[in-house]
C-alpha cells in the first residue's frame, strides 16, 4: 500500500508570500497526484490534478509540480482568502484512493 | 452549474442503519462515476467507495474499513446516487461528502456534506 506523507504539518505565512507544501508518495506514483484546498466548514475544492493541471476556474498563483514520488504545491502569493488546509490525492492505488493528512496554511 | 446535496444523516446509536442520499443537478449524472468521501471531526479525509456508471458495469469498490457494511447504488432516473450504511460504529462518526469522478482518478465536484453521528 502506498503511503502519502505532507510537510511540513503547519506553514505560518504571511498574505504575499510564497508557499511552498510538499507531498511524499512511499513508491513512485508516476504523475498521478491530485491537490485539494479546504477552508472551516466548507468542502474540499480540487486545484491541480495529474500533479501539474489546474482545474476550472482555479486561479494561475496555485501551481503543481512533481513526479515519481516528490510532488509540490506552490502558491505563488498568498491572498487572505487561501489560508486553509490542502490535501494531496493519488489515484495510483487504484481503485482504492489515498489522501495524505494534510498541510495547514495559516497567518503568521 | 453542478449541484450535490446531500441529505438524510443524523444521530444512530451503534449497530444501526442510515441511508444517505445524494441529489445531482447541473450534469448528464447517468454518464458519471461516483463516490463518496468522509471526514471525522477534526481528522482528514478518507474515500469510502465509488460506483461506477451503468455502462461501465455499474460496479462498486470500497476501502477495506466498510466493505460488507456499506452499500452504493445509483438511480439514474432520479439523479440521485446512494450510500446505505449497517452495522454502523462509533469510528463511521463523520461528514460524508458525495464527489464526481474526474477521470476516474479524482475528486472533481464536491456537495456540502451531511454529518453522521454514530454514539449511545
Known amino acids: 500500500e502506498i503511503v502519502l506523507t505532507q510537510s511540513p504539518a503547519t506553514l505560518s505565512l504571511s498574505p504575499g508570500e510564497r508557499a511552498t507544501l510538499s507531498c511524499r508518495a512511499s513508491?513512485?506514483?508516476?504523475?498521478?497526484l491530485a491537490w485539494y484546498q479546504q477552508k472551516p466548514g466548507q468542502a474540499p475544492r480540487l486545484l491541480i490534478y495529474d500533479a501539474s493541471n489546474r482545474a476550472t476556474g482555479i486561479p494561475a498563483r496555485f501551481s503543481g509540480s512533481g513526479s515519481g514520488t516528490d510532488f509540490t504545491l506552490t502558491i505563488s502569493s498568498l491572498e487572505p482568502e487561501d489560508f486553509a488546509v490542502y490535501y494531496c490525492?493519488?489515484?495510483?492505488?487504484?481503485?482504492?484512493?489515498?489522501f495524505g493528512p494534510g498541510t495547514k496554511v495559516d497567518i503568521k | 452549474e453542478v449541484q450535490l446535496v446531500e441529505s438524510g444523516g443524523g444521530l444512530v446509536k451503534p449497530g444501526g442503519s442510515l441511508r444517505l442520499s445524494c441529489a445531482a443537478s447541473?450534469?448528464?449524472?447517468?454518464?458519471?462515476?461516483m463516490s463518496w468521501v468522509r471526514q471525522a471531526p477534526g481528522e482528514g479525509l478518507e474515500w469510502v467507495g465509488r460506483i461506477k456508471t451503468k455502462d461501465a458495469g455499474g460496479t462498486t469498490d470500497y476501502v477495506a474499513p466498510v466493505k460488507g457494511r456499506f452499500t452504493i447504488s445509483r438511480d439514474d432516473s432520479k439523479n440521485t446516487l446512494y450510500l446505505q450504511m449497517n452495522s454502523l460504529k462509533t469510528e463511521d462518526t463523520a461528514v460524508y461528502y458525495c464527489t464526481t469522478d474526474l477521470g476516474k482518478s479524482y475528486f472533481g465536484s464536491w456537495g456540502q456534506g451531511t454529518l453522521v453521528t454514530v454514539s449511545s
Open positions: 490525492q493519488l489515484r495510483s492505488n487504484w481503485p482504492i484512493f489515498t
Open positions: 513508491q513512485s506514483v508516476s504523475s498521478y
Open positions: 447541473g450534469f448528464t449524472f447517468s454518464n458519471v462515476w
